[in-house]
């Protein structure tokens, strides 16, 4: 996103009435029943300069999730050197759980930008679930729609095409956050060439190269408040490929070893552990060279100002005269 300070989420010690946090997924009560959740009031947080993880927060607030009234989400991943990024925007929930989290993570932080507000997810909305329990149901159904919408940044990551990557991601995130004007849509958002790259899963100088392409052929005009689509991803008259199904291996012996598999549990604990131990001496490694580049790179400056300085004395040195021929 922008190139902001990261923000964290603090209370802003406000509230919404639950009747009027989502009108869509309000839409399953009666009349009276949102007459009636009139009475429940959630607790809303807005962003600040200084405050806690949003995992921490939420435990704080002993809220189990959120659904963001306004702003912008954003989760931030690594796996190896590649970087990984969903934004969550109005209308969408999230859940920040204490699961263990996969071994191939070697980062993974929820950020917020600003002006982002969230209402909170706590024993009030249980409540207003056990009396109405329809709303578990809305909330099911938004939670599919936000799961086909990571399964289509999924599948525009293995478009073979980087400038395709790219101009489908800018319609899919036009769906939450773009606007049809007479010009064409558009596209609220600053987007670094280097998030975009987390998006679609490229790096930045590809990114560049495929978005000057873009902007050639007129499909995006990048303004200064945001971007301008116009034009879609065309459409392939190829017909599709079937993909084999995939099937789960039963649990018999295998050819392979006669050793029996260990309990449910032992084997995955023993390989967490030398994960986190290859992850640490990694990151231990990756230090040492970097202070030794750092020190090769003191040794050569401090080097080459020795040579100026020899040289610079060489040249303001004073010449012997030149004796003559006779003498």
């Not at 189990?64 to 989760?75: K, P, R, T, Y």
């Not at 990048?222 to 199904?245: C, V």
């Not at 604990?269 to 001496?281: G, K, Q, S």
Request: proline letters at 6%.
């Amino acid at each position: 996103m922008a190139n902001h300070r990261p923000h964290s989420i603090a209370a802003s010690g406000t509230g919404i009435f639950l009747a009027d946090l989502d009108r869509d997924l309000m839409e399953v009560l009666t009349g009276s029943e949102q007459e009636e959740a009139r009475r429940v009031s959630l607790p809303v947080l807005e962003v600040s300069e200084r405050g806690p993880d949003l995992e921490v927060l939420l435990g704080r607030a002993n809220a189990f999730g959120a659904i963001v009234l306004s702003g912008m989400l954003q989760h931030q991943m690594r796996i190896g050197d590649q970087p990984g990024l969903r934004v969550l925007g109005p209308g969408e929930i999230v859940s920040a759980g204490h699961a263990p989290t996969s071994m191939l993570l070697v980062s993974s932080e929820w950020r917020a930008a600003e002006g982002t507000r969230l209402a909170l997810l706590d024993d009030e909305f249980l409540f207003a679930v056990r009396r109405w329990p329809r709303l578990l149901a809305a909330f099911e159904v938004r939670m599919a729609e936000q799961t086909e919408r990571l399964e289509m940044q999924l599948a525009i990551c293995q478009l073979p095409r980087v400038e395709d990557r790219l101009l489908a991601m800018l319609w899919l995130l036009a769906e939450s956050w773009g606007r049809v004007t007479s010009a064409g849509t558009t596209l609220p958002l600053s987007l670094t060439h280097e998030a975009l790259g987390a998006l679609i899963g490229a790096r930045r100088p590809t990114v560049t190269l495929a978005l000057g392409e873009l902007a050639q052929r007129g499909a995006v005009v990048h303004q200064d408040r945001g971007w301008l689509l116009l034009q879609k991803l065309p459409e392939t008259s190829g017909e599709a490929r079937n993909i084999e199904a995939p099937r789960v291996l039963d649990d018999g012996p295998s050819e392979w070893t006669d050793e029996p598999e260990p309990a449910d549990g032992e084997g995955r604990a023993e390989l967490l552990t030398t994960v986190r131990r290859l992850r640490i001496d990694h990151l231990r490694n990756r230090e040492d060279v970097q202070e030794r580049l750092r020190r090769i790179a003191t040794a050569r400056a401090r080097s080459k100002a020795l040579q100026e300085q020899v040289q610079e004395r060489r040249r303001l040195r004073p010449r012997p005269p030149r004796r003559s021929p006779s003498s």
